[in-house]
Structures are given as structure tokens and as C-alpha cells.
């Protein structure tokens, strides 16, 4: 996928993967960049989604992050190879900087995830209607996930 992706760039058709015209990359980040700050990045509903990381139920998608792929991908690009025209330049930020998410929060907020989250993530929405599907008169961590979004 990562090969697909820069393809555009190699080809010096496009500067950066998020302006690259008919890729799956280009989709992926402008629908990630829709999701609020706090939350997973949103997922283009025609491509298959990135799952995480699964344990047991295999849930229908690819097994690792967005965040992950577009890390490899933004790593891959960086890469010089002789004979190879149309490389990114290393001027250009890295995704993180690019998508203006602080690295410092980002990676606090992974070390510590579980102790600001004890029971379910996600909006507040999402939050409800599992509890009440599920026929809880409470709704733990609710506030939290008011606050983040």
C-alpha cells in the first residue's frame, strides 16, 4: 500500500502524500483530519479501515493503526534511494507536525490512556448508546469523553 501511495511522489506528480491525487493516503488524511483532536481519526467509509490491534475477534480490517500506517508511509517517503527520481523533501514536517497534533500530548496521552479511561472510549453518543443497549442505568466515563470532544 505504502509503495501505491508514494508512487505519485516518485513520479513528481505530487509534493507530499496528502496531495496526491487518486490515492488511498490523500483519502485516508483528509478524512482523519475531520475527527476532532480527541478522538480516533474518522475513517473513509469506501476503503477497508484500519482495526488496530486486535487480540482475539478479527474484526474485518487491516491489523494495525492509521496513525501507524501513515507514520510508515511518511518514514518510507524520507527515504533517498539512487536512481529513484522524485523524492520528498526532508524540509517538508513530519505528519504529526503536519496534522498540527502535538507529539509531547500524543505520547502522554498513550503512556496514560487507561488511567484517564477506566471503562468505554469514544464520544459521548457512542458512549450512551452501548450502555444503553447493553441496559446500564449508568453511564461511568461519560464525562470524560464531554470534555475531550
Same mark, same amino acid.
Given at each position: 500500500?505504502?509503495?501505491?501511495?508514494?508512487?505519485?511522489?516518485?513520479?513528481?506528480?505530487?509534493?507530499?502524500?496528502?496531495?496526491?491525487?487518486?490515492?488511498? +493516503?490523500?483519502?485516508?488524511? +483528509? *478524512?482523519?483530519?475531520?475527527?476532532?483532536?480527541? /478522538?480516533?481519526?474518522?475513517?473513509?467509509?469506501?476503503?477497508?479501515?484500519?482495526?488496530?490491534?486486535?487480540?482475539?475477534?478479527?474484526? +474485518?480490517? &487491516?491489523?494495525?493503526?492509521?496513525?501507524?500506517? &501513515?507514520?510508515?508511509?511518511?518514514?518510507?517517503?524520507?527515504?533517498?534511494?539512487?536512481?529513484?527520481?522524485?523524492?520528498?523533501?526532508?524540509?517538508?514536517?513530519?505528519?504529526?507536525?503536519? &496534522?498540527?497534533?502535538?507529539?509531547?500530548?500524543?505520547?502522554?496521552?498513550?503512556?496514560?490512556?487507561?488511567? /484517564?479511561?477506566?471503562?468505554?472510549?469514544?464520544? +459521548?453518543?457512542?458512549?450512551?448508546? *452501548?450502555?444503553?443497549?447493553?441496559?446500564?442505568?449508568? *453511564?461511568?466515563?461519560?464525562?470524560?469523553?464531554?470534555?475531550?470532544?
Amino acid at each position: 500500500m505504502a509503495y501505491v501511495d508514494l508512487n505519485p511522489i516518485r513520479a513528481q506528480m505530487a509534493d507530499t502524500p496528502e496531495s496526491s491525487d487518486f490515492t488511498s +493516503a490523500k483519502e485516508r488524511i +483528509a *478524512t482523519a483530519q475531520k475527527a476532532p483532536e480527541s /478522538q480516533e481519526p474518522y475513517q473513509p467509509k469506501l476503503l477497508f479501515p484500519f482495526v488496530g490491534y486486535p487480540r482475539q475477534y478479527m474484526p +474485518a480490517g &487491516l491489523p494495525f493503526r492509521l496513525q501507524d500506517y &501513515l507514520e510508515l508511509v511518511d518514514w518510507t517517503r524520507r527515504q533517498i534511494r539512487n536512481g529513484k527520481r522524485g523524492s520528498i523533501n526532508n524540509s517538508i514536517p513530519p505528519f504529526l507536525e503536519r &496534522l498540527n497534533i502535538d507529539a509531547e500530548h500524543w505520547v502522554y496521552n498513550t503512556q496514560h490512556f487507561e488511567s /484517564q479511561f477506566k471503562g468505554l472510549v469514544g464520544t +459521548a453518543i457512542s458512549i450512551k448508546a *452501548t450502555f444503553q443497549h447493553f441496559g446500564y442505568q449508568r *453511564t461511568p466515563g461519560l464525562g470524560l469523553a464531554e470534555l475531550m470532544t
